[in-house]
């Protein structure tokens, strides 16, 4: 069964500054998609960042980026030039790609503060 | 925008009450699904559906059972509500679609507290 960790309960980081999330996962899968979604506080949960594991690129959205080592099982967040706004709960997921409906499996998430 | 609603932000019941969260979303997704969300658990699938009356047993579904008589509408039932069932209960919804990048969009959450 897949299982995914986020060994980090809480982090904090000054405003401006960089910060990295991680994420390790276990699956005996070839293909599959790795997520991070992230929940400010009393919020709805959004898509943050995507990763397809047949990409080699890392994916990139604005301040946001991965660092996928599929090798190591190892999906990292990076948030560069932190804001207020970025303060929120942090969940890693993984998903299986076989079909649309299947199972997202999320990490117990990092609490991220962004301190002014 | 895809918008996922719940009928209630915050909800108190007594044990054994019978409880009825109500989720609803607007983009004409296949899929559905309702997790439960307890600190240092992450989310867990109760259940999920990818299609009007279709269901599907999540990873804990002892408790618990769902209606979907309506394609936007997803309903998750606690026939006698208990204590821990305390929880943060979030929906979601996705698209079937190849181009949905498998992205879940979610509901609000409703917090409940089982006295």
């Known amino acids: 069964a897949q299982t995914v960790t986020q060994s980090q309960p809480e982090m904090s980081v000054q405003e401006a500054e960089t910060v990295t999330l991680s994420c390790t996962y276990d699956?005996?899968?070839?293909?599959?998609?790795l997520f991070w979604y992230k929940q400010p506080p009393s919020r709805q949960m959004i898509l943050v960042i995507r990763?397809?594991?047949?990409?080699?690129q890392n994916a990139t959205e604005n301040r946001f980026s991965v660092n996928f080592q599929k090798a190591a099982k190892s999906f990292s967040l990076k948030i560069s030039d932190s804001q207020l706004g970025d303060t929120a709960m942090y969940f890693c997921a993984f998903m299986k790609g076989e079909t649309s409906y299947d199972k997202v499996i999320f990490g117990p998430g990092t609490s991220l503060s962004v301190i002014p | 925008d895809v918008k996922v609603t719940q009928s209630s932000r915050y909800l108190v019941k007594r044990t054994g009450e019978k409880v009825f969260l109500e989720c609803v979303q607007d983009?004409?997704?296949?899929?559905m699904f309702w997790y439960r969300q307890d600190p240092g658990l992450g989310l867990r699938l109760i259940y999920f559906?990818?299609?009007?009356?279709?269901?599907e047993k999540g990873d804990i579904p002892e408790g618990y059972s769902v209606s979907r008589e309506k394609k936007e509408r997803f309903s998750l039932i606690l026939e006698s509500a208990s204590t821990n069932q305390t929880s943060m209960y979030l929906c979601?919804?996705?698209?079937?679609?190849?181009?949905?990048?498998?992205?879940?969009?979610f509901g609000p959450g409703t917090r409940l507290t089982v006295l």
């Open positions: 559906s990818y299609d009007v009356k279709m269901k």
């Open positions: 990763q397809e594991a047949y990409k080699q």
């Open positions: 983009m004409d997704h296949e899929n």
């Open positions: 979601a919804s996705s698209s079937a679609g190849e181009s949905s990048y498998n992205e879940q969009f």
């Open positions: 699956t005996s899968e070839s293909n599959y998609y």
